[in-house]
């Protein structure tokens, strides 16, 4: 289980407080349905409670100016997800998923590198990265 106490809670928190700096309204969040299990807060409630709690303990949701938070990737499966990035140039060789890495390389055993290597496997699309242990 690869759950983290408050992670997105405190990810969506400084995204906020930047966001409220820059006048910025929207926050882009890449929570997933995959990861509603293991992951309380990746689902729409927790979304909503973050936007309402923006909405009330921001000077800019009382100003009326709230900041929305935005998951285009909630209810795409892994996939999908890896197929629309294929289409973005996103540079998968770059990125891992791990909460277990040795060095620099992903794991390959933990929940995260599982879903991953489905994701990638559903796509039929090759895995750019190394894994520890395949
Ligand atoms: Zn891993």
């Known amino acids: 289980m690869t759950y983290v106490p408050g992670r997105n809670l405190i990810f969506l928190s400084l995204a906020a407080a930047y966001a409220e700096v820059l006048g910025a309204s929207i926050i882009y969040f890449g929570a997933n349905v995959i990861d509603y299990s293991g992951y309380p807060d990746c689902r729409p409630e927790f979304i909503q409670a973050v936007e309402a709690a923006l909405q009330t303990g921001t000077k800019a949701g009382m100003q009326g100016n709230g900041i929305e938070i935005r998951a285009p990737l909630l209810r795409m499966s892994k996939a999908e997800i890896i197929r629309l990035g294929l289409i973005l140039n996103v540079p998968f060789q770059l990125t891992h998923s791990c909460y277990d890495p040795v060095g620099s390389m992903a794991c390959g055993q933990c ?20 894994y520890a242990v395949c």
């Not at 489905?118 to 190394?130: M, N, S, T, Y």
């Open 111 to 130: 929940d995260s590198c599982q879903i991953r290597k489905q994701g990638f496997a559903e796509a039929g699309v090759v895995d750019p990265i190394q």
